[in-house]
């Protein structure tokens, strides 16, 4: 009879540092109470995380793969062995939810073409929570990742996603590098109409959470300092 195969867990993490079971369901902890084997960003802020959640549990039975940029595309599917042998493993994002704005989604894809079944749990991720607060078309939206850095392709790049979302009304979701946040909210407020709309959500889920929905023309009188603060932008132009 064949072993049946450990289930890949997509387990998502805080968006910032406040207590993990404020805004994480309790069945995280029930999960990571019973896997040794993790796919991770970060070695140090993963066994960090996890021993929040779960502080009897044993550092020294863990067993952590790294996956960045930096990581050989060869080495993935050897990551996925302990599932083909039949323990669980687990895939931790180092914000938010794995594979979404995430490289774990190369781990995931290789799990389905396994038979591996993946069980995605439930957790905050900053880019739904940015739109369910934004007063956006929530039916209609897109996530774009980074701008260009280029100064005059970031600029037509804000002017391709106002045209298309005043064309297809649809939301246009991005983010920056924190601390080019407030660079960006210059380059919004000098490359786009007034009557735009633009939506900041920064330090979602923390006390310092921020989120506020008004158009160009008000961003160009409004003192906010957005520096080295995890940030959504979404624009619509109606």
């Avoid at 970060?42 to 996890?50: G, H």
């Avoid at 083909?84 to 190369?106: I, K």
């Avoid at 989120?211 to 624009?235: A, E, M, Y």
């Amino acid at each position: 009879m064949t072993e049946a195969k450990g289930k890949l867990y997509l387990i998502p993490t805080r968006l910032g540092d406040n207590a993990p079971l404020e805004v994480l369901p309790i069945s995280i902890k029930k999960i990571i109470e019973t896997v040794d084997d993790y796919i991770v960003e970060n070695e140090k802020t993963a066994r960090r995380f996890i021993k929040k959640i779960s502080s009897n549990k044993s550092q020294e039975s863990l067993n952590i793969h790294i996956i960045n940029k930096y990581t050989e595309v060869s080495e993935l599917p050897s990551y996925l062995n302990p599932c083909l042998n039949g323990s669980p493993v687990g895939l931790l994002s180092e914000a938010g939810c794995p594979g979404v704005a995430d490289p774990g989604a190369e781990i995931v894809k290789i799990a389905h073409e396994k038979d591996i079944q993946v069980v995605p749990l439930v957790g905050p991720s900053s880019i739904l929570l940015a739109l369910m607060s934004s007063g956006m078309n929530g039916q209609n939206f897109a996530f774009n990742g980074y701008l260009p850095i280029d100064k005059s392709e970031r600029k037509s790049a804000l002017k391709k996603l106002e045209r298309i979302s005043f064309e297809h009304n649809q939301s246009q979701l991005f983010i920056e590098t924190p601390y080019r946040n407030n660079k960006m909210l210059e380059e919004i407020c000098m490359s786009l109409h007034n009557n735009t709309r633009v939506c900041i959500a920064c330090d979602i889920t923390l006390p310092t959470e921020y989120i506020k929905t008004q158009t160009v023309k008000d961003w160009k009188h409004t003192n906010i300092d957005l520096h080295k603060r995890p940030s959504i932008f979404i624009i619509q132009k109606d």
